[in-house]
């Protein structure tokens, strides 16, 4: 199966921050790669499609980019929001793999 | 609008079998692929498997196979997930999630499912 390593596990950032979190596919997915973001007590949203396509109503401070095995997802401008833990899920191949989260946090 | 509404938390004995159910509403459920998602506390998100209403196809994360079935029943638009010979590993919140445009879009808000003796 592919395995999606996702960096950092977590991280403390401060409101206003540029925030960068990766994803690296153990083999190739093309662009077959989504963002989820979840907040304590909710169910996982879609924040980005196929790498880089801003799902419905999802501000433009999130942009998705990657291709093949890395993958980036940019939060331009840190909202108190924001604080959450983000995964990846490639669903290039069986079975579709999350990565295992990064968790933002503030300092 | 898309909305799914999942039966509520379980508390089964270690053996047994659960049901869990996901109605669906505010789209064609025949149309559609369902998904079910796994997430055991505090951990990340592990892919079950999907189902197709409208023929009733399947496919799964092998690692489920024997233990998740999926079902659909169109009369009621609903999707059903049975867990069998259930251990303390299936203590997880199980999430049905739908796909519209190949992409996890629509999730239902979760059932707990806690094995304990």
């Known amino acids: 199966e592919t395995v999606m390593t996702q960096s950092p596990t977590s991280m403390s950032t401060s409101i206003g921050e540029r925030v960068t979190l990766n994803c690296k596919a153990s083999q190739s997915v093309g662009i077959n790669v989504d963002w989820y973001q979840q907040t304590p007590g909710q169910s996982p949203k879609l924040l980005i499609y196929?790498?880089?396509n801003r799902h419905t109503g999802v501000p433009d401070r999130f942009t998705g980019s990657g291709f093949g095995r890395d993958f980036t997802l940019t939060i331009s401008n840190m909202e108190a929001e924001d604080l959450a833990v983000y995964y990846c899920l490639q669903y290039g191949s069986i079975p579709w793999t999350f990565g295992g989260g990064t968790k933002l946090e503030l300092k | 609008q898309v909305q799914l509404q999942q039966s509520g938390a379980e508390l089964v004995k270690p053996g047994s079998s659960v049901k869990i159910s996901c109605k669906a509403s505010g789209y064609t459920f025949t149309s559609y692929d369902m998904h079910w998602i796994k997430q055991q506390p505090g951990n990340g998100l592990e892919w079950i498997g999907w189902?197709?209403?409208?023929?009733?196809?399947?496919k799964y994360n092998q690692k489920f196979n024997g233990k998740a079935t999926l079902t659909a029943d169109k009369s009621s638009s609903t999707a059903y997930m049975q867990l069998s010979s259930l251990t303390s590993e299936d203590s997880a919140v199980y999430f049905c999630v739908l796909t519209t445009e190949g992409s996890l879009d629509y999730w239902g808000q979760g059932v707990m499912v806690t094995v304990s003796s």
């Open positions: 196929g790498a880089s």
């Open positions: 189902i197709y209403p409208g023929n009733g196809n399947t």
